[in-house]
């Protein structure tokens, strides 16, 4: 039976795992929450033209940092066990000792979903410059659950001793 998620620590106090997750996974709708706020904020005729000649030629790309965001879920997979079994190995002694475990573990995961998080980041920024909003949701969304998925698996959780 699996007891609850260790706390996570970094000089301040301790947070649940499943919360860092969470503040994890949010970051990218955030992000782009704030950009639409900006975008209606400092709206003028002229960035309104550009964005609207921007549009069409910015469709497709925001569609294939969609496809991106989706390839990167998988990459961030790959690279989260990677660090994990990387991380582990530099433990030596210390491979049974719970808190560097979690450490590392912590540490994959910032990193790990930061990989999926970029192309959804990069169309968000597309957004801004005048691409449409749809394929941005979907960039957005398919980060998110691609962040969650990766904090959930399991397979790439440090085990003691190795």
Do not use: H, N
């Amino acid at each position: 039976m699996k007891g609850p998620d260790p706390p996570v620590a970094r000089g301040g106090p301790a947070l649940p795992r499943w919360l860092v997750l969470g503040l994890i996974a949010v970051s990218m709708p955030m992000g782009l929450g704030i950009e639409q706020v900006l975008q209606r904020v400092v709206r003028s005729p002229d960035i309104d033209a550009a964005r609207a000649a921007m549009g069409p030629t910015l469709a497709p790309v925001a569609w294939a940092l969609v496809a991106l965001t989706a390839v990167t879920v998988a990459l961030g997979v790959g690279l989260r066990r990677w660090l994990v079994a990387r991380g582990m190995a530099r433990l030596g002694a210390r491979r049974d000792d719970p808190a560097a475990r979690d450490r590392v573990a912590l540490e994959a995961l910032y990193l790990a979903t930061s990989v999926p998080q970029v192309p959804a980041l990069l169309a968000t920024v597309a957004s801004l410059a005048g691409a449409p909003f749809v394929p941005v949701v979907v960039a957005a969304v398919v980060s998110t659950v691609g962040v969650v998925a990766l904090g959930l698996d399991g397979r790439s959780a440090p085990k003691p001793g190795g």
